[in-house]
């Protein structure tokens, strides 16, 4: 099967994302923001902590996030995940404290799914050129 200049930077592309994105979630790059002093017109809650994971929430099992995650490793297929979370959770001092997470744009990206994004040109470009004979 031989692939047009064309096809060969398109998958070059596509391969690439799909290493970054696996590499993210195994190398655990999550790149956190933490805003803790955010006000806000909720009476339900004494504070607000918002988070940002800019590419994934793995790696970021300590206490101070992942907070929505009581399943870590639950089943999901990326991209057909929750991107934002928000709830309230009980703080120091039994306070309840607003919490907003974005969980990244890799979040649960793993092996599963990158075989599969792999694969999928492949199979596309082996149909089409079976349609075209």
Same mark, same amino acid.
């Given at each position: 099967?031989?692939?047009?200049?064309?096809?060969?930077?398109?998958?070059?592309?596509?391969?690439?994302?799909?290493?970054?994105?696996?590499?993210?979630?195994?190398?655990?790059? @999550?790149?956190?923001?933490?805003?803790?002093?955010?006000?806000?017109?909720?009476?339900?809650?004494?504070?607000?902590?918002?988070?940002?994971?800019?590419?994934?929430?793995?790696?970021?099992?300590?206490?101070?996030?992942?907070?929505?995650?009581?399943?870590?490793?639950?089943?999901?297929?990326?991209?057909?995940?929750?991107?934002?979370?928000?709830?309230?959770?009980?703080?120091?001092? @039994?306070?309840?404290?607003?919490?907003?997470?974005?969980?990244?744009?890799?979040?649960?990206?793993?092996?599963?799914?990158?075989?599969?994004?792999?694969?999928?040109?492949?199979?596309?470009?082996?149909?089409?050129?079976?349609?075209?004979?």
């Amino acid at each position: 099967m031989t692939f047009s200049k064309r096809i060969k930077r398109i998958l070059v592309v596509w391969i690439t994302f799909h290493l970054v994105a696996l590499f993210a979630n195994l190398a655990g790059l @999550n790149f956190r923001i933490a805003n803790h002093s955010i006000e806000i017109n909720k009476p339900e809650c004494s504070s607000s902590i918002s988070y940002i994971y800019l590419l994934t929430t793995q790696g970021s099992f300590d206490n101070s996030g992942y907070i929505f995650r009581k399943y870590p490793n639950e089943e999901k297929f990326w991209p057909f995940i929750t991107y934002y979370e928000s709830g309230i959770v009980t703080g120091a001092g @039994n306070k309840e404290v607003c919490c907003e997470q974005f969980n990244g744009i890799f979040d649960y990206y793993g092996f599963k799914e990158f075989l599969t994004y792999l694969l999928l040109p492949f199979v596309i470009i082996l149909l089409y050129k079976l349609w075209v004979k």
